[in-house]
């Protein structure tokens, strides 16, 4: 049977008119799917066990963002107490040895010892993040797993940047674990077959990208926290949808977005008084931390998660797996699947973190690829070249 290329299957959708913005029913069917979600995710996830069970890995070394709270310190306990090496890569170092010292002693008495380091990464910074990939690859060790947990929702705040100058919530949900991801391609190639495990949420359900006003800036979109969230989370898939086909199949590398469900977690401090008394009085629909875990865990860990990915890759699917919060495989949203979107957000992404249109291509390759970001200099840039890195100035 004659089968047709991505490039031109591709072509109808990127002649499609450009949107300006969501349409009414797919903004409505996004809010329903939230609210479903709230609703009923405790049942829906209810034959999951609770904490996930998970297989040996022992082998395995796995990086996870974010990593002193919530849903990231869960993640990375269970990890480490599983056999793997963990890789807690977050900003607040000191937190992170306490809660190493803290671990230790709780599975000492199991006869368990742990295998957990910490790595000091700034979201905020992407020269942090340049320099953080530039750290661990010049280990030149296998990394198994990626976990880019770390994100921010900051509920009611004004409109905030970085000091690259990009929106923040823009930057720590989807420009600087993009940057992560792609600068970590030799080493998760060392470490194939490996995984890019990328936390999302269903908010991505409202959101909407415009690839020439990412940061929204123009005043075609008035700004708020949740269009700030929820756009920020829908490039997420956008650029890990593009990343997962432009991955060739023997480079061993599956890419995937994970829903935790709704989840109590430190982003209810930010959340107006109402809100947060309705967090209270609602428990019952509210995963904790752990139960939050265990969609991350299951694609971080089960060996089935791998084939699915390499089934979608062989179906030419036009988006990247997308694991819920019941463990279960789901289709993002309607928009998610806007391949002309994807594209530019795509483009745009690669852009704004300082990689060229064809980094990815030429990592598979072992070819050297300069990134604007990363060098101690102002004027300097980092060449990076089958994971060994230097400054150019």
Same mark, same amino acid.
């Given at each position: 049977?004659?089968?047709?290329?991505?490039?031109?299957?591709?072509?109808?959708?990127?002649?499609?008119?450009?949107?300006?913005?969501?349409?009414?029913?797919?903004?409505?069917? /996004?809010?329903?799917?939230?609210?479903?979600?709230?609703?009923?995710?405790?049942?829906?996830?209810?034959?999951?066990?609770?904490?996930?069970?998970?297989?040996?890995?022992?082998?395995?070394?796995?990086?996870?963002?974010?990593?002193?709270?919530?849903?990231?310190?869960?993640?990375?306990?269970?990890?480490?107490?599983?056999?793997?090496?963990?890789?807690?890569?977050?900003?607040?170092?000191?937190?992170?040895?306490?809660?190493?010292?803290?671990?230790?002693?709780?599975?000492?008495?199991?006869?368990?010892?742990?295998?957990?380091?910490?790595?000091?990464?700034? $979201?905020?910074?992407?020269?942090?993040?340049?320099?953080?990939?530039?750290?661990?690859?010049?280990?030149?060790?296998?990394?198994?797993?990626?976990?880019?947990?770390?994100?921010?929702?900051?509920? /009611?705040?004004?409109?905030?940047?970085?000091?690259?100058?990009?929106?923040?919530?823009?930057?720590?949900? +989807?420009?600087?674990?993009?940057?992560?991801?792609?600068?970590?391609?030799?080493?998760?190639?060392?470490?194939?077959?490996?995984?890019?495990?990328?936390?999302?949420?269903?908010? +991505?359900?409202? /959101?909407?990208?415009?690839?020439?006003?990412?940061?929204?800036?123009?005043?075609?979109?008035?700004?708020?926290? $949740?269009?700030?969230?929820?756009?920020?989370?829908?490039?997420?898939?956008?650029?890990?949808?593009?990343?997962?086909?432009?991955?060739?199949?023997?480079?061993?590398?599956?890419?995937?977005?994970?829903?935790?469900?709704?989840?109590?977690?430190?982003?209810?401090? *930010?959340?107006?008084?109402?809100?947060?008394?309705?967090?209270?009085?609602?428990?019952?629909?509210?995963?904790?931390?752990?139960?939050?875990?265990?969609?991350?865990?299951?694609?971080?860990?089960?060996?089935?998660?791998?084939?699915?990915?390499?089934?979608?890759?062989?179906?030419?699917?036009?988006?990247?797996?997308?694991?819920?919060?019941?463990?279960?495989?789901?289709?993002?949203?309607?928009?998610?699947?806007? $391949?002309?979107?994807? +594209?530019?957000?795509?483009?745009?992404?690669? *852009?704004?973190?300082?990689?060229?249109?064809?980094?990815?291509?030429?990592?598979?390759?072992?070819?050297?690829?300069?990134?604007?970001?990363?060098?101690?200099?102002?004027?300097?840039?980092? $060449?990076?070249?089958?994971?060994?890195?230097?400054?150019?100035?």
């Amino acid at each position: 049977m004659a089968t047709t290329s991505s490039s031109s299957r591709d072509e109808p959708f990127l002649k499609k008119k450009k949107k300006q913005c969501l349409g009414w029913i797919e903004w409505l069917r /996004g809010w329903f799917y939230l609210f479903y979600e709230i609703l009923f995710q405790r049942i829906m996830a209810s034959h999951l066990h609770n904490p996930m069970e998970i297989p040996p890995i022992n082998s395995l070394t796995c990086i996870v963002t974010g990593s002193t709270s919530g849903i990231g310190l869960e993640i990375a306990r269970q990890l480490a107490q599983s056999g793997a090496h963990v890789v807690m890569a977050v900003r607040n170092t000191k937190a992170a040895n306490e809660l190493i010292q803290k671990w230790q002693i709780e599975s000492a008495g199991f006869g368990i010892a742990l295998n957990v380091e910490v790595m000091a990464v700034d $979201l905020l910074s992407l020269d942090s993040v340049a320099r953080f990939a530039e750290a661990w690859n010049a280990r030149s060790a296998p990394l198994h797993v990626l976990i880019n947990n770390a994100g921010i929702f900051s509920i /009611g705040e004004p409109q905030k940047f970085s000091k690259d100058g990009y929106e923040e919530h823009l930057q720590v949900n +989807h420009l600087a674990p993009a940057l992560l991801s792609i600068l970590l391609l030799p080493s998760l190639i060392r470490g194939s077959p490996s995984r890019i495990v990328n936390l999302n949420s269903v908010m +991505h359900h409202v /959101g909407f990208v415009d690839a020439e006003d990412m940061n929204v800036t123009s005043g075609k979109r008035k700004f708020s926290s $949740l269009v700030g969230y929820s756009s920020s989370k829908l490039a997420q898939i956008m650029f890990s949808s593009v990343l997962y086909k432009r991955l060739p199949a023997e480079a061993g590398i599956s890419v995937m977005c994970v829903s935790p469900g709704i989840v109590q977690t430190n982003v209810a401090r *930010d959340l107006p008084k109402l809100i947060q008394t309705w967090y209270h009085l609602i428990p019952y629909f509210i995963f904790n931390a752990q139960e939050g875990s265990r969609s991350t865990l299951f694609a971080a860990t089960d060996p089935q998660v791998s084939e699915y990915c390499e089934l979608l890759k062989s179906d030419d699917w036009p988006v990247c797996a997308y694991i819920s919060h019941d463990c279960r495989p789901t289709n993002p949203s309607e928009e998610a699947h806007n $391949l002309q979107t994807s +594209h530019e957000v795509w483009e745009k992404t690669l *852009d704004m973190i300082g990689l060229p249109s064809n980094a990815v291509e030429r990592f598979i390759e072992g070819e050297e690829v300069k990134c604007r970001y990363g060098a101690d200099n102002k004027n300097g840039s980092l $060449l990076i070249h089958n994971g060994e890195t230097k400054t150019l100035d």
